[in-house]
């Protein structure tokens, strides 16, 4: 336990913030800070083929240690944070034997996590949790992934009684920005299929996740003396008002769980002249989502027939539910399954109420669920781990590396 936590600690205190308005890859310089890290730390650990490339997506191999065929199979985490919140000097704190009551975070500004608001503190009442100092996120997500792929390749190195295939690892950037897997080499990773450990609570497992779209829509009015404008003032401002009122109230991610899906309008600045907002599309189901877009589209066109083509809409599809791609191979989502099974875990087998890099990799060619990491409340200053969910993530990424070699000798 005092390897998981050390590992993490030194992870979670380097800042390695993406930047959604940066051209490059990574999107951020300080990135480079923790890929240059776990370089050294794959090849302290004794793996092989450690290779960084231009992009900072790092690779490396746990060779096999059988004389049969074994399909090599891949984990995969991401070492961004997220630019939601501040991730500049992380400051973590160990709360040990929690009692259930709530946690001062910063004494200072008052800032509490609290199980009165978030309840699933209570499931690990008598644990040690890392939380914040309140004034920056954690990083859990996902460094709690990167810590326990690393601690169970070290397992596997140091147990060789363990028998396992080829295991590849893959660290990417910029995920929290929706690119993680835009440069991966799948062909370069040669794995059949992999896990991203990105998930949260202990015990997920996940195959489906949203259809996702972006749209932006643009408005351009007409500025005339008010006084003197009827007939001939467009109001841009007006005209995005009302489009957002034709959307559906009560679609929206304050209004829905589980598949249901959402628009989601996260942006939006406008003058009389000129108006812009930014907009989500979500469905985890294809026909639906396909909807909402036609939808977006619909609305566009019967406002522009009133306000004389005022209105430009732009739309771009973002990733697709990776389930089309995994239930043909839906044998790996059992073996992670079993794999929590045999080390207590209950598997919580729900849909992705997001998008990981699991979902891009898994329409490039490389099947791939995911796993809990263990973390809550990402992307804020709420954040916290449990260490115990660190523990058991990384005894699950053990036994499914033993399991594949177990099946294939079968």
């Not at 791609?325 to 992705?352: F, S």
């Not at 796993?371 to 992307?379: D, K, L, Q």
Request: hydrophobic letters at 35%; charged letters at 25%.
């Amino acid at each position: 336990m005092k390897q998981i936590i050390d590992r993490f600690l030194r992870y979670a205190m380097i800042d390695s913030q993406s930047n959604p308005n940066s051209k490059t890859t990574p999107s951020t310089e300080k990135q480079w800070h923790i890929a240059e890290e776990l370089v050294f730390d794959l090849q302290e650990i004794g793996l092989t083929d450690v290779t960084i490339d231009n992009n900072a997506y790092i690779m490396a191999t746990l060779p096999s240690n059988v004389e049969y065929e074994v399909p090599t199979i891949g984990f995969i985490s991401h070492f961004d944070t997220s630019p939601d919140f501040s991730g500049t000097d992380v400051k973590p704190q160990i709360v040990e034997n929690y009692d259930g009551k709530d946690i001062v975070l910063n004494a200072e500004k008052n800032i509490i996590l609290s199980p009165d608001y978030f309840e699933d503190l209570l499931q690990y009442k008598g644990q040690t949790l890392i939380t914040t100092d309140g004034t920056t996120l954690l990083g859990a997500d996902d460094k709690a992934g990167i810590t326990e792929i690393i601690t169970a390749m070290h397992y596997l190195v140091k147990h060789p009684e363990v028998k396992h295939g080829k295991i590849r690892i893959g660290f990417t950037p910029d995920e929290e920005i929706g690119r993680g897997a835009h440069k991966f080499d799948v062909e370069k990773f040669g794995a059949e299929w992999a896990y991203t450990m990105d998930g949260s609570q202990i015990g997920e497992l996940e195959y489906e996740n949203f259809n996702a779209a972006s749209a932006k829509i643009k408005i351009e009015g007409r500025s005339v003396h008010p006084g003197y404008a009827k007939g001939k003032m467009v109001n841009a401002i007006s005209i995005a008002n009302e489009f957002m009122s034709i959307l559906p109230p009560e679609e929206t991610p304050q209004n829905t769980t589980g598949r249901e899906g959402f628009f989601h309008v996260h942006s939006l600045k406008g003058e009389i002249e000129n108006a812009e907002f930014q907009l989500i599309i979500r469905d985890h189901d294809k026909t639906k989502f396909e909807e909402r877009k036609q939808l977006l589209q619909a609305i566009t066109d019967s406002l522009n027939s009133i306000h004389n083509n005022c209105i430009t809409l732009e739309m771009n599809d973002q990733y697709y539910n990776m389930r089309e791609k995994i239930e043909p191979v839906l044998h790996i989502v059992e073996t992670a399954k079993e794999a929590m099974e045999n080390v207590g875990v209950t598997p919580i087998i729900k849909p992705i109420r997001g998008g990981t890099d699991g979902s891009q990799l898994s329409y490039m060619g490389l099947p791939c669920p995911n796993i809990f990491a263990g973390g809550h409340n990402f992307h804020g200053k709420f954040e916290y781990v449990p260490v115990h969910s660190m523990v058991k993530a990384t005894e699950v990424i053990v036994r499914i590396c033993e399991f594949t070699a177990r099946k294939a000798m079968e």
